[in-house]
């Protein structure tokens, strides 16, 4: 392996032709010695059913690198946000982006950046900065590297798929789970969730989830008079969706989700990230509402040669973040302190519309093929004023408005796409790909204020075209074994921006070579991802064990030009390579021990630059942890004859990496830091009891610096940091 890394660029088309005939050489050594075939077992691993290529199929049999964690696994291990189950992902990281509310970002084999990774829930794409909580999934799947052919742009680095439990019209079940607890140096949590699918006829069935909480503050915020706790979370929201299986061949399900959330204060330390303290001049309160709802209609037709899916989807969005800048703003007016609140909108709906047809064939060729539209609309708007400002400066302002921004956009997207798979023997098959998508945005802004230089109006628009192929050489001896070697290319969209103002920016524009007219939109950047993985089962199939070597080129890297006059723009500028692995095991020790792990190393580097930006040739990609290693051990042990003891103990490490959200002349170091958790209690299948710990070491590890809505206040950097240790009881209760 470390042989084929070192290749020189020149060779590497080579290099990769060599590994693949390796691999298949010595798989089929393996293959081709003695196989017994497998026989029932208690204790064999529970077999695996995804959805990522678009049709149901086992995980084993998909050419493609895929972690897949069940409605039990996320139970089992007490997963309820994003940050509970990114930690159990090789090659994937999150980084933090713009302000906190759609702060975000999410990584994966070092592929960084806004919009750089799907997340979907069910077939509708939503933003990667929420975090529905995980309650009533029937699966989370996440996919490694370029999606460009099934789920298109954005899907650059891989793609995060949330996919929702379907009601049951067999028979009638509910659940409610109750849980309270509290957070080391902060304050009580608890959470109480319930749902009921209730079938209605012989084909129809309703399934309802509601669920309320609120994770406790933990972070100190004190100011010259008194301090107090801040960081609660409160949180609301519900799943409803009816299944009507219209006749034997045609059904139809609606599904809505809805979610609230609002935090006290913003989940940020100064300074440090150990600290979890907040030091202010005046009791300014920060906060964050966000309020999302997905609702979405699939309608299924079976025919005896395939099926043929539409998917009809729109998603709502309005989130709002109040910032304490009122140290910044005097900074820069030079004027005496005065409570400077900084607040930012950020609404947007869209709507998806995808029709596809996935062959049934009963021949050796199989094909998956649709139509994709998506129709978006997104405001991204700004407001501060200062009361006492205007004063401070003998009524020379006019108003009290520090800065004021409104900038609507809309996006436009259309494309084609399929996928054609050849069995050509027994064993090997051949799948082809392609992709053709249009993409068009709009935008104008108007932004006026001290902080804008003065009133600015301006407008861009942007449009352009993309074809992404991909192609797949899949090697099945025999059920227990799945090699493939793959080339697949996925991008970016670039889009319309808004240019600085040249009458502000006038040396800048002078300096960098550049007009208005150039600046008015980028261009989108794309990768090449090649690959060969190996999927085995062992031991009468009681081991799973799952790997992939992958290297990935990317070009034409959008990235952000900053300018002396204190605005920026987004341009094409540079290259960067990515190449790593990623190991996954699984294995039933015995009936009662079961054992988990994974293995991700992302090695992601910058190799070619400009003097546009800071990045050298040979940095490392800002923001990505090099390795990532998570495990986990479950244990039952009967204790009578309908009682059992369960125990869970998982654990994650994320490898250093580097932040440059603010500095990125000088990024900053984030220290490796490893996760602990572990839950038990009894079960007793109807009902059962746990007692869990959540960090357990008490790690205060640092997740990235927050870009600020407004600006940094030099000196004091505001960071991203996990929760203190958790721990607490809760019940489960099913009928």
């Known amino acids: 392996m470390s042989r084929f890394f070192c290749m020189p660029d020149n060779s590497r088309a080579s290099a990769l ?253 100064d300074g440090t990230p150990g600290t979890l303290l907040q030091d202010r001049t005046f009791d300014l309160p920060e906060k964050v509402t966000d309020r999302w709802t997905y609702g979405g209609v699939t309608m299924n037709y079976h025919t005896p040669v395939g099926d043929v899916t539409s998917v009809s989807s729109w998603f709502s969005r309005r989130s709002y973040e109040r910032e304490d800048a009122s140290e910044i703003i005097s900074l820069l007016f030079g004027s005496p302190p005065l409570a400077g609140p900084f607040e930012t909108w950020q609404p947007r709906h869209n709507f998806v519309q995808e029709l596809r047809f996935t062959s049934a064939f009963s021949g050796p060729i199989q094909v998956t093929a649709g139509i994709y539209l998506q129709r978006g609309k997104y405001n991204y708007d700004q407001f501060s004023e200062v009361s006492g400002l205007n004063a401070a400066f003998g009524g020379a302002l006019g108003n009290d408005i520090v800065y004021k921004l409104w900038r609507p956009f809309q996006t436009r997207e259309d494309a084609a796409f399929g996928e054609v798979t050849y069995r050509i023997s027994p064993h090997w098959s051949v799948l082809g790909g392609v992709r053709h998508s249009k993409i068009r945005t709009y935008g104008n802004q108007i932004q006026s204020g001290p902080a804008a230089g003065g009133f600015v109006g301006n407008e861009a628009n942007a449009s352009e075209s993309k074809t992404t192929p991909k192609l797949v050489l899949q090697y099945t001896p025999n059920d227990d074994l799945n090699v493939y070697g793959l080339a697949a290319q996925g991008f970016r969209p670039g889009a319309a921006q808004i240019a600085p103002p040249p009458a502000f920016c006038a040396a800048d524009y002078a300096r960098l070579g550049v007009t208005f007219d150039q600046l008015q939109a980028y261009d989108s950047d794309s990768l090449w991802n090649y690959e ?47 190449r790593g692995a990623e190991i996954e095991l699984s294995a039933s020790v015995t009936d009662r021990l079961s054992f988990g792990a994974g293995v991700g190393y992302s090695d992601a580097k910058i190799t070619q630059s400009s003097a546009l930006v800071p990045a050298k040739v040979g940095s490392p990609i800002q923001q990505i942890a090099p390795w990532t290693v998570n495990a986990d051990v479950d244990y039952t042990m009967p204790l009578t004859a309908s009682l059992a003891g369960v125990a869970h103990l998982d654990g994650a490490y994320v490898d250093r990496s580097f932040s440059a959200s603010n500095d990125v002349t000088n990024p900053r170091l984030r220290k490796s830091y490893t996760i602990l958790n572990l839950r038990a209690g009894v079960d007793a299948g109807k009902w059962s009891v746990m007692a869990f710990a959540r960090n357990l070491t008490n790690e205060h590890a640092n997740l990235g610096d927050n870009q600020s809505q407004a600006a940094e206040l030099p000196g004091r950097p505001r960071w991203y940091v996990n929760l203190p240790r958790t721990y607490g009881l809760e019940a489960t209760f099913r009928w």
Request: aromatic fraction near 8%.
């Open 532 to 578: 060969i993985g190996a999927k085995m089962r062992f031991a009468d199939r009681r081991v799973r064990l799952n790997t992939a070597l992958f290297w990935i080129d990317w070009n034409d890297l959008q990235q952000v030009v900053r300018m002396n006059c204190g605005y920026g723009y987004v341009s094409n500028v540079g290259k960067a390579r990515s």
């Open 17 to 269: 032709r060599q590994t693949l005939g390796v691999a298949f050489t010595v798989m089929g050594a393996i293959a081709h010695s003695p196989v017994h075939a497998a026989t029932p077992s208690t204790s064999q691993l529970e077999e695996i059913t995804v959805t990522a290529s678009k049709r149901s199929e086992n995980l084993q049999d998909v050419p493609l690198s895929v972690t897949a964690l069940t409605a039990e696994s996320l139970e089992r291990s007490g997963v309820a946000s994003f940050a509970d189950y990114a930690e159990k992902i090789p090659n994937l990281t999150f980084s933090s982006g713009h302000g906190v509310a759609e702060g975000r970002l999410l990584a994966i084999r070092g592929v960084q950046g806004a919009s750089t990774t799907g997340f979907y829930i069910d077939d509708m794409p939503v933003p990667s900065t929420i975090d529905p909580r995980v309650i009533d999934l029937a699966r989370l799947e996440v996919l490694r590297g370029p999606q460009g052919t099934l789920y298109g742009a954005r899907s650059m680095g891989g793609t995060v798929r949330l996919l929702t439990t379907a009601p049951d019209p067999a028979a009638f079940s509910a659940k409610a789970h109750l849980l309270g607890g509290g957070i080391d140096g902060g304050n009580a949590s608890y959470q109480a969730d319930a749902t009921v699918n209730a079938p209605l006829n012989d084909r129809m069935a309703l399934r309802v989830t509601g669920y309320t909480g609120e994770d406790g503050a933990y972070i100190t915020r004190r100011w010259p008079t008194a301090s107090k706790k801040i960081g609660r979370n409160q949180f609301t929201g519900g799943i409803a969706s009816l299944l009507w299986e219209v006749t034997d061949s045609f059904s139809i399900r609606p599904t809505i989700l809805h979610q609230e959330s609002k935090q006290d204060g913003l989940p940020l330390a």
